[in-house]
Structures are given as structure tokens and as C-alpha cells.
């Protein structure tokens, strides 16, 4: 079964923008939360943001607060990430991961997540 398919990335000069979709196949996305996760290269994986399943507060990590904006389609079943203003620091592969049932108060860690996508390339260049 593949729960998660992630799209939309790709080569982008800096200041540019992307919108990644996270579609989930086997569920419905408002009964999960989904996270989204980057990794440059040679670096561990960076909480990037947030979506809760039910009360549906969002979160984002410092690095892209302003710039990012994580939105869910349930009519579609699609999660999205708004990528603006990018920067060559952005650059990453980047993965959705969902959660059944999580109504959270932060970004977590990647142990706490029950589904992985097999992740999209975003390069930004200079």
C-alpha cells in the first residue's frame, strides 16, 4: 500500500516560488495531522510544519516562518506547502508524514509519525 505521495517540487531561483502536494491514498486527511519534513544533503531530517487532523492549528519552523504556508483540501484529500521567497537553504528533498488522530501543539519529531511519503526534490538556486 502506498499511503503518501508527495509532488510539485523542482528548480527554482531564489525568490521564486513552489507548492508541494502531500495526497494520501488508503485515508482521509482531516483524520490525520500531517507534517511536513526536509533533508539536504548530508543533514538529518528538519521539522518544516504542521497541520493538525481535527482542530486544524498549523505550526512552522522559524526557518520558513512567513514564507511557508501549509493548507488541507478535504475535498481533494490533498495537503498542500506554499513555498515563498525561497532561498538556496531551502533546498531538500522533501516528505510528508501523517499522524492517525494527533491534535498537537508543535512541530514533533519524525518518530512521531505512522506514514512516510517517498518525498519530492526542491532546489533553489542563487
Known amino acids: 500500500q502506498v499511503h503518501l505521495v508527495e509532488s510539485g517540487g523542482g528548480l527554482v531561483q531564489a525568490g521564486g516560488s513552489l507548492r508541494l502536494s502531500c495526497a494520501a491514498n488508503t485515508f482521509t486527511v482531516d483524520t490525520y495531522a500531517i507534517g511536513w519534513f526536509r533533508q539536504a544533503p548530508g543533514k538529518n531530517h528538519e521539522g518544516v510544519s504542521l497541520?493538525?487532523?481535527?482542530?486544524?492549528?498549523?505550526y512552522y519552523a522559524d526557518s520558513v516562518k512567513g514564507r511557508f504556508t501549509v493548507s488541507r483540501d478535504n475535498a481533494k484529500n490533498l495537503v498542500y506547502l506554499q513555498m515563498n521567497s525561497l532561498k538556496p537553504e531551502d533546498t531538500g528533498t522533501y516528505y510528508c508524514?501523517?499522524?492517525?488522530?494527533?491534535?498537537?501543539?508543535?512541530?514533533?519529531?519524525?518518530?512521531?509519525?505512522?506514514?512516510w511519503g517517498q518525498g519530492t526534490q526542491v532546489t533553489v538556486s542563487s
Open positions: 508524514a501523517a499522524a492517525r488522530g494527533r491534535n498537537w501543539s508543535g512541530l514533533m519529531e519524525t518518530y512521531d509519525y505512522d506514514y
Open positions: 497541520i493538525n487532523s481535527s482542530d486544524g492549528r498549523t
